[in-house]
């Protein structure tokens, strides 16, 4: 059972970084772009086939954007539209994807609509969170970001229909008055997530809560080029199923810097970060992720798993994490890699993620490589079930118009005990529609 939960996880892993390269982390760096995104499909759900449409466009206007969603599921048994895709008013709302205006990192920010990659702080307790994990429950959430100069917020809430999860980080720049290079822009923050109602269920009381304060210095902070040292510190408190009750659980820090570089000769828009952390017993780091809609809460045999039960006997622990992420070539190569190591035995884990959707005239190309359980370095690349490959290659009909198939490997044992392992291959054909206009 252990084996197929870490299976699932890193096929989740290797699809999400997929279908996120428009939008997770990039949009702190990408410009104003005009783009229409569209595909047809088979999808199968409940073990019903339907004929899809989508028809995803995003329109910039100086620091005004928008995107709409229209996914259309035809029922090839009774020859229409899915039933349950538009059966109350808030359906037809969310076919706007988001409204924003400005950028993540501007002094002004906020964006209504699909949160494709939240971020609170450093990330240190939200971090890449995304409210449309499941398309049948995607949320309409929100982002508010301002920037005062002395001080300033950052806030999210991940659906504005009802009470889930939402964070605010607060800061102050003691020396800002100060007027005085690279001290002036010292900061100490707060913050504060929670999620108020995990099982969507308002008469119980298992909400989860992690709280949290921060420093940091940007030494070097300019439209070309930019570098800051931080300090995370977290606790979590939350309910527990498992004991009936909710209680503090463990604490953790972070010390990191980050580096990046936007748009260098027009070629490269990197930002880079490396940590190094000290997880207390039952803490976790960025405890909302990407896959919090899903782990929050699971069902199995009939009892109620909280994500806080599963924090439950894990050993204090010491690590590293790395990211990068950003594009090359003028956006023409867009690029993602995480690594984390703990001090603990076999807890390694990569993500490395490339979209090479425009480098070349006629081919389409991008590809994902997940990896847990990782000991030395020459197990990153050692093929087992640990691994999920993922690859995809497109065919441009048209400019805009690219017939993709993907093949995703997945390996398995020969035979129980052999350590010797074999690929499960899937290969899942789609046609996309991708056209950029100014």
Partial sequence: ????????????????????????????????????????GIT?????????????????IGPLGFGLNINLLYDTENGSLRAKDWDSGYDYFRLLRYFRYGRKTD?????IGTLDAARIGHGFIVNYFTNEIDYDERKIGMEFDLDLGHFGFESMASNMGRSELFGLRGYYRPLYILDVPILKNFAVGASFARDLDPDAWAA??????????????????SRVFNTLLYADYAVIHGYSSRENLSRDFGAGAAVGVSVG?????????????????????????????????????????????????????????????????????????????????LDAEKSGQLHLAADATEALP?????????????VQAEDVFTLDDRSVARLGLGYKI???????????????????GSKNYKSQERMEPR????????
Wanted: proline residues 3%; contains cysteine.
């Fill in 1 to 40: 059972m252990k084996k197929a939960l870490i299976l699932l996880s890193l096929l989740g892993l290797a699809g999400y970084g997929a279908a996120q390269f428009p939008d997770a982390g990039f949009g702190y760096w990408t410009g104003n772009e005009n783009r229409l995104f569209g595909g047809i």
């Fill in 261 to 341: 570089f936007a748009n260098l000769m027009g070629l490269v828009e990197v930002q880079a970060r490396l940590e190094r952390r000290w997880l207390g017993e039952e803490f976790i780091p960025s405890f909302f992720d990407p896959f919090y809609e899903i782990q929050k809460l699971q069902i199995s045999h009939g009892k109620k798993i909280y994500k806080t039960d599963l924090l439950i006997g894990l050993q204090e622990t010491r690590g590293t994490f790395g990211e990068l992420y950003g594009n090359v070539l003028g956006n023409r190569v867009r690029l993602l890699g995480t690594v984390s190591k």
């Fill in 398 to 416: 048209k400019p805009y118009l690219i017939l993709y198939v993907d093949y995703i490997w997945s390996f398995v044992e020969t035979s129980p």
């Fill in 44 to 60: 199968t759900i409940d073990d019903q086939s339907y004929f899809s449409f989508c028809l995803r466009p995003e329109l910039s």
């Fill in 107 to 111: 002094r002004f920010y906020t964006r």
């Fill in 362 to 374: 006629t081919i389409a190309a991008r590809a994902s490589y997940d990896k847990l359980g990782i």
């Fill in 204 to 221: 119980s009381n298992d909400g989860v809560s992690v709280y949290g304060v921060d420093v940091e210095l940007p030494l070097i902070k």
């Fill in 431 to 438: 046609l996309a529609f991708v056209y950029r206009f100014k």
